[in-house]
């Protein structure tokens, strides 16, 4: 039952997150639960992961960390008021945020279901 009500979760919180970013960004930050379904699995499953494995993840997310950044929105200096970020900057890191979220809670459904 529980990885039927993350899963709930996880599918809710990707609507959000695509009104946010477009769907390459989110795509590439779906990529990230083969990431997270092996953090998991070395957590909760004692799983051995390879030095190579880890070498191979963190190229994924170096990946993923660029065609993020590449898409963010332009701040934009004309703003009137004397705050640090803009509207459409605090969207764009709320959509990245639940895109996140989706991904961790993705993998632990996977671990959970394993288990």
Not at 6 to 27: D, G, K, M, Q
Not at 71 to 91: N, Q
Request: hydrophobic content about 50%; some cysteine; overall charge neutral.
């Amino acid at each position: 039952l529980l990885p039927a009500v993350i899963y709930l979760v996880v599918n809710l919180i990707s609507y959000p997150s695509l009104e946010r970013i477009n769907a390459s960004v989110f795509t590439a930050i779906s990529q990230l639960k083969v990431l997270s379904t092996a953090l998991f699995a070395v957590w909760l499953l004692g799983t051995h992961v390879s030095g190579r494995k880890w070498r191979t993840l963190t190229s994924m997310v170096l990946g993923v960390t660029l065609i993020s950044w590449e898409s963010a929105p332009e701040l934009s200096h004309a703003t009137h008021d004397h705050s640090w970020v803009d509207v459409a900057t605090l969207d764009y890191l709320v959509g990245i945020s639940c895109a996140a979220i989706q991904t961790l809670l993705s993998g632990f459904a996977a671990i959970i279901f394993e288990k």
